[in-house]
């Protein structure tokens, strides 16, 4: 379960690596449950979604239509923790979203927190240099961070939702969609023993675009293990 995770520095790297502004306030470079954090999404404006309705009717109607234009992407600041619709007030969400940082792949169409956000297309990408394990293999928990080799940043598979309280207050949230790694070379490792091995869903390079526009039911398809030999493992220094 991944509940740290690194944000992108310098700032200059979200427009390089992902084609977005880079945030208007500098973040923190260490994002944990509860904090504010960013994540990508498809632009949420009238035009936009105007423009998808349009497009699933036609799809409809014309099964050889080509595939949609990549979608105008937008940074967003929110939680990092998800807090679902149902929610019923503030001090509730506080409790429930550090315990929905990481949603999980296989039961993200059943479970009652996540389901509507998917459902709904809520799908983002949380962009990061690193993200935080521990190793047990000694007995005690070691922090280790986790990046690609090559030092580029990763972009996460997750989900996002916006919540509105009964006096107006809105929060906006996200979750990081994770895979089983019970088999996984590298992120087999880590995590209390004797308990299922999960890691993030990392898209691979130019998937972005396919993954905030594809239908529910072809999203799954992205939830994939990230190549064991494309990232690397450090212990955290004290």
């Not at 990081?176 to 996984?184: G, R």
């Not at 590298?186 to 993954?211: C, F, H, T």
Request: aromatic share 8%.
């Amino acid at each position: 379960m991944s509940t740290q995770y690194e944000s992108l520095h310098p700032a200059t790297l979200y427009p390089e690596a992902f084609h977005v502004v880079a945030p208007a306030s500098p973040m923190g470079r260490k994002v944990w449950p509860r904090q504010p954090g960013v994540f990508i999404r498809a632009a949420q404006t009238e035009e936009v979604q105007e423009t998808e309705e349009i497009e699933e009717v036609a799809e409809a109607a014309d099964a050889d239509k080509p595939a949609r234009e990549a979608p105008v992407r937008e940074l967003v600041t929110g939680q990092f923790g998800l807090v679902p619709r149902w929610v019923k007030s503030a001090s509730d969400a506080k409790l429930r979203s550090t315990k929905l940082v990481n949603a999980r792949s296989e039961t993200v169409t059943t479970s009652n927190n996540f389901r509507d956000a998917w459902l709904a297309g809520q799908r983002c990408i949380v962009p990061m240099m690193a993200f935080m394990e521990d190793d047990w293999r000694s007995g005690k928990a070691v922090p280790t961070r986790i990046a690609r080799v090559d030092g580029k940043p990763m972009g996460v598979a997750g989900l996002w939702e916006s919540w509105t309280g009964a006096d107006g207050e809105v929060i906006v949230s996200y979750t990081l969609l994770t895979v089983n790694a019970n088999s996984h070379a590298l992120m087999s490792r880590y995590q209390q023993p004797g308990n299922e091995k999960r890691m993030v869903a990392i898209l691979n390079e130019g998937a972005a675009d396919a993954w905030l526009s594809a239908r529910p039911e072809k999203a799954r398809e992205f939830m994939r293990a990230y190549p064991a030999n494309w990232l690397t493992a450090n212990p955290v220094e004290k």
